[in-house]
């Protein structure tokens, strides 16, 4: 929460809800989600999107989480209209596809579709925080 902070730094009288973000290292992301949008000011919705495919692709680098389950949430954040297909692509709708062709044994294979979408996210996802 390293953003809040500097915030909260630099404001003398920061709003609440940077000070419950700064505080919530472990709240749940839709928990952070929900108090973001209640701060004041501009969003920046594509930069965000970006910061989660990070996280994401962080999460698969790790093996956190599994590939599909990955390519799942990308798609849904693409329903959902997080990733703009100006900034995004149409990639995101097929991700998931890859891997349910693959666990089918209709087309390609599981690391094929896991490289598909690895590739998507160091594409896309924000520069790591230095």
Excluded: C, K
């Amino acid at each position: 929460m390293t953003w809040a902070d500097q915030i909260i730094a630099a404001d003398p009288a920061p709003p609440g809800e940077i000070i419950d973000v700064a505080l919530g290292e472990r709240l749940d992301r839709s928990r952070i989600a929900e108090l973001l949008m209640a701060v004041p000011g501009e969003s920046r919705p594509v930069e965000v999107a970006r910061e989660v495919l990070r996280q994401l692709h962080d999460e698969l680098n790790e093996d956190r989480l599994t590939a599909d389950a990955i390519a799942t949430l990308v798609y849904n954040m693409a329903a959902l209209g997080y990733l703009p297909e100006g900034e995004f692509g149409f990639e995101p709708w097929a991700l998931s596809d890859s891997f349910e062709l693959a666990m089918t044994g209709i087309y390609g294979t599981y690391e094929d579709a896991r490289a598909r979408l690895a590739s998507y996210l160091a594409e896309h996802a924000a520069r790591p925080p230095a």
